[in-house]
C-alpha cells in the first residue's frame, strides 16, 4: 500500500517562499511520476507541477519561473519549491503518486494560504 505524508504547508506573505515536502513508502518510487496539485476553495483540482521518473518537469503557466517541484530517490521525496508567492496561489496542495499496479495515490492535503 502506498501512503504519501505531506508537510511544509502554512502562511506567507505575497513574495515570500514556502517548500512543499511529500514522503512516499510502499512503491518503487523511483519508477513513478509524482505530482503536485492544488485545490482552492470553490474551484476545481488543478495540476500545477509533474516530474517525471528520469526528472524532467512541467509546470501549470501561472507558476512557471516561480514554482520547482523537485525529488530525492534515496529518500523518496518529491519536494515544491515556492517562491514569489501570491495570493492566488493559496489553496490546499496535495502530492499525487503516479499510477502504480493499477492506481494513483493522493496525500491528505496541506494548506498554503498568502496573504498580507
Known amino acids: 500500500q502506498v501512503r504519501l505524508v505531506e508537510s511544509g504547508g502554512g502562511s506567507a506573505q505575497p513574495g515570500g517562499s514556502l517548500r512543499l515536502s511529500c514522503t512516499s513508502s510502499?512503491?518503487?518510487?523511483?519508477?513513478?511520476?509524482m505530482s503536485w496539485y492544488r485545490q482552492a476553495p470553490g474551484k476545481q483540482r488543478e495540476l500545477v507541477a509533474t516530474i517525471s521518473s528520469s526528472g524532467s518537469t512541467n509546470y501549470v503557466d501561472s507558476v512557471k519561473g516561480r514554482f520547482t517541484i523537485s525529488r530525492d530517490n534515496v529518500w523518496t521525496r518529491v519536494y515544491l519549491q515556492m517562491d514569489n508567492l501570491k495570493p492566488e496561489d493559496t489553496a490546499v496542495y496535495y502530492c499525487n503518486h503516479g499510477s502504480w499496479r493499477g492506481r494513483e495515490y493522493w496525500g491528505q492535503g496541506t494548506q498554503v494560504t498568502v496573504s498580507s
Open positions: 510502499g512503491s518503487n518510487f523511483r519508477l513513478v511520476a
